[in-house]
């Protein structure tokens, strides 16, 4: 295996954060009291997402987030409507649309039910 880093992430409850990103594509790899571990995609090369309890967290005032890079963002998008996320541009859970930016990437900005900020990025 390569070496990699994996994004960590608050979460006020396992099993809503869980049942969120199972819907996602997401499986458990791993959940205890303490951590849990959710990965998509190939066990070498998928993406994975590791959560540490905070149940006082307030989303509101939230500034947790991470990049994934992803070879296929438009399916990815896809499948975050089909499972209900609303694209729009306040609140939480929400999504916005793939564009290209000024930096030449594609991105699209996924915010989890914790306020999470997860940016999208289309592998090129």
Known sequence: ????????????DFEATEAFYAALGFVTQW???????????????????????????????????????LDDLAGFHATCLAAGIEQK???????SPPRREASGLTIA???????SLLRLIQND
């Open 1 to 12: 295996m390569v070496d990699h880093a994996t994004p960590t992430l608050p979460s006020r």
């Open 89 to 95: 541009a306040t609140g939480w859970p929400r999504i």
């Open 31 to 69: 959940k205890d009291g303490g951590w849990m571990i959710l990965t998509r995609g190939p066990k070498d090369s998928g993406v994975q997402l590791e959560f540490f309890p905070y149940p006082d967290l307030d989303p509101a005032t939230s500034s947790h987030g991470c990049c994934l890079r």
């Open 109 to 115: 900005y996924l915010v989890d039910p914790d306020c």
